[in-house]
């Protein structure tokens, strides 16, 4: 069992290097969109507990195939329309920058409740990883 585990937790890792329409996302950033606990998901992802239903069931609603989280076999996107679109996005994406006049230009009301969830998440990503860097730069400062 504990080599299935580690399986399941490395395909549960290659989700979380992508789960950003492609972007890479930290342990707690991931952890935080899936409402559990950032030592949860290191566990999950190293082996050490199996992945309950509650977050493959997050995950399939994000577009992600359990299936495939626990076995494997199947394509990693689940046959939803958030799968659809996150393969998508995912295959023909090329690299741009989010900034505030890119933020202003979205016509917020011809995007589905599922593309709005999902820009939320991006800039609630960004605003944290911005977060970060002016608390290490104000530790520096006072150092």
């Known amino acids: 069992m504990g080599e299935l585990q580690k ?5 549960l890792r290659a989700i979380r ?3 950003l329409e492609g972007d890479k996302v930290s342990t ?3 952890a935080n969109a899936l409402g559990e606990k950032k030592d949860s998901i290191t566990n999950y992802e190293m082996g050490k507990a199996g992945i309950p239903n509650r977050v ?3 995950l399939y609603e994000r577009g992600f195939n359990p299936v495939f989280i626990l076995t494997g076999e199947g ?4 046959d939803n329309e958030n799968g659809r679109l996150i393969e998508e996005k995912i295959n023909s994406k090329k690299k741009k920058t989010t900034n ?3 933020i202003r230009e979205i016509d917020l009301s011809k995007l589905s409740l599922s593309e709005l ?18 608390e290490l730069k104000k530790m520096q400062e006072t150092s």
């Open 17 to 19: 290097q992508i789960f």
């Open 100 to 102: 505030i006049q890119n």
């Open 117 to 134: 969830e999902r820009k939320v998440l991006q800039y609630q990503v960004a605003a944290g990883d911005i977060q970060k860097i002016i």
């Open 75 to 78: 394509s990693m996107f689940a």
């Open 7 to 11: 399986k399941i937790g490395e395909r």
């Open 56 to 58: 493959l069931t997050k």
């Open 28 to 30: 707690r950033q991931f």
